[in-house]
């Protein structure tokens, strides 16, 4: 399945339900918080969530992935806000998940500079289903100031393996890339395309996303006009949010998460699974009491609000066990870093 398909697909087979059952669905597992890029627009390495070089701890991922397989889960993500091939057990993760669990599809997202010809031969025969790259320039230049590292031929160079090796081998695992659009690279837009696609099965472009948390970013990156795409057009921000019922999200620490984009914060932790099933923390008191509010469509004063209005109001965390006083997160302003970047 295509990578559009199954956005398409979250959106419209979701069935809202406080008890939602999870077979065939997915779980999203961060197994690392370090990531080895420093993308002028992402808003975890701007608050430094990247610089903790935090792994997950290896007995929590065995048995909450095994409690996954319980619960129906078929698809499982090595991946959220940072670039799980920093963490070297990701071959041993995915060897695990598909050989013995025996998961349908196990899958990653990476930057693809660590992803050269040895490491993707190790991923590959460990039994990886799909890997999508995030790559946004079609030039060295663009690539430097959109990435911050200037690996521009070393990933172009790794995606072309990818696809030579599966074709070489009669493999079919899946390559896909997503591209995030800026007011500095959307003119590359058609040429992203031509580089990429001879090599991948999909490329998924998607508007530069701002976070109210980040000022200077929907000043200076966000595009004006653009052709459509679909993470923009059929995955707007809405209550209630799907995920809470489509996906299971994990974060390195072993917190279930409501968010997976915002896994590293307070903000939207709810369960310690160090310390509770999997089973437990999806159909706890607190995941259904949040459940409740979406499809009330009631999210004053939590994470939700800011979210879904692009505030940065006051707040609390999820957690309904929080007893103190709301408050406003902290804000970090790029505005300088942008336009010394893009010599606006």
Same mark, same amino acid.
Do not use: W
């Given at each position: 399945?295509?990578?559009?398909?199954?956005?398409?697909?979250?959106?419209?087979?979701?069935?809202?339900?406080?008890?939602?059952?999870?077979?065939? +669905?997915?779980?999203?597992?961060?197994?690392?918080?370090?990531?080895?890029?420093?993308?002028?627009?992402?808003?975890?390495?701007?608050?430094?969530?990247?610089?903790?070089?935090?792994?997950?701890?290896?007995?929590?991922?065995?048995? %909450?992935?095994?409690?996954?397989?319980?619960?129906?889960?078929?698809?499982?993500?090595?991946?959220?806000?940072?670039? #799980?091939?920093?963490? *070297?057990?990701?071959?041993?993760?995915?060897?695990?998940?598909?050989?013995?669990?025996?998961?349908?599809?196990?899958?990653?997202?990476? @930057?693809?500079?660590?992803?050269?010809?040895?490491?993707?031969?190790?991923?590959?025969?460990?039994?990886?289903?799909?890997?999508?790259?995030?790559?946004?320039?079609?030039?060295? &230049?663009?690539?430097?100031?959109?990435?911050?590292?200037?690996?521009?031929?070393?990933?172009? @160079?790794?995606?072309?393996?990818?696809?030579?090796?599966?074709?070489?081998?009669?493999?079919?695992?899946?390559?896909?890339?997503?591209?995030?659009?800026?007011?500095?690279?959307?003119?590359?837009?058609?040429?992203?395309?031509?580089?990429?696609?001879?090599?991948?099965?999909?490329?998924?472009?998607?508007?530069?996303?701002?976070?109210?948390?980040?000022?200077?970013? &929907?000043?200076?990156?966000?595009?004006?006009?653009?052709? *459509?795409?679909?993470?923009?057009? %059929? @995955?707007?921000?809405?209550? #209630?949010?799907?995920?809470?019922?489509?996906?299971?999200?994990?974060?390195?620490?072993?917190?279930?998460?409501?968010?997976?984009?915002?896994?590293?914060? @307070?903000?939207?932790?709810?369960?310690?699974?160090?310390?509770?099933?999997?089973?437990?923390?999806?159909?706890?008191? +607190?995941?259904?009491?949040?459940?409740?509010?979406?499809?009330?469509?009631?999210?004053?004063?939590?994470?939700?609000?800011?979210?879904?209005?692009?505030?940065?109001?006051?707040?609390?965390?999820?957690?309904?066990?929080?007893?103190?006083?709301?408050?406003? *997160?902290?804000?970090?302003?790029?505005?300088?870093?942008?336009?010394?970047?893009?010599?606006?």
């Amino acid at each position: 399945m295509q990578i559009s398909e199954k956005i398409m697909a979250h959106v419209l087979e979701t069935k809202l339900d406080l008890y939602p059952s999870f077979i065939g +669905k997915t779980m999203n597992i961060e197994i690392t918080s370090s990531c080895n890029e420093k993308c002028i627009y992402c808003q975890y390495s701007t608050k430094g969530f990247h610089s903790d070089k935090k792994m997950i701890d290896d007995e929590l991922f065995y048995r %909450i992935t095994r409690e996954a397989k319980e619960l129906g889960i078929t698809d499982i993500g090595l991946y959220m806000t940072a670039e #799980p091939l920093m963490n *070297p057990k990701v071959y041993e993760y995915t060897r695990f998940l598909k050989k013995e669990l025996q998961f349908p599809y196990v899958y990653t997202s990476t @930057n693809g500079v660590l992803l050269t010809p040895e490491n993707l031969v190790k991923l590959v025969d460990a039994g990886i289903d799909s890997i999508k790259f995030s790559v946004s320039a079609a030039t060295a &230049e663009t690539f430097k100031k959109h990435h911050g590292l200037d690996a521009f031929n070393q990933v172009l @160079n790794n995606i072309k393996f990818a696809n030579q090796y599966r074709k070489e081998n009669n493999l079919d695992y899946k390559l896909f890339m997503f591209s995030i659009l800026t007011r500095y690279n959307e003119h590359e837009r058609d040429a992203i395309f031509d580089l990429y696609s001879p090599y991948l099965d999909e490329i998924v472009f998607s508007n530069v996303m701002s976070s109210p948390s980040v000022i200077g970013v &929907e000043k200076y990156l966000s595009v004006i006009e653009s052709k *459509p795409t679909i993470v923009k057009d %059929i @995955n707007g921000k809405t209550l #209630p949010c799907m995920q809470l019922f489509e996906r299971i999200v994990v974060n390195e620490d072993g917190f279930l998460c409501a968010c997976c984009h915002e896994t590293r914060s @307070n903000l939207t932790k709810l369960e310690d699974l160090n310390k509770m099933s999997l089973k437990d923390a999806v159909y706890g008191d +607190k995941m259904l009491a949040l459940r409740k509010r979406h499809l009330e469509k009631d999210v004053e004063g939590i994470y939700c609000m800011n979210c879904i209005n692009g505030t940065n109001h006051a707040i609390k965390p999820l957690d309904p066990d929080y007893v103190g006083e709301p408050f406003v *997160p902290e804000v970090f302003d790029i505005s300088d870093q942008i336009i010394d970047t893009f010599h606006i």
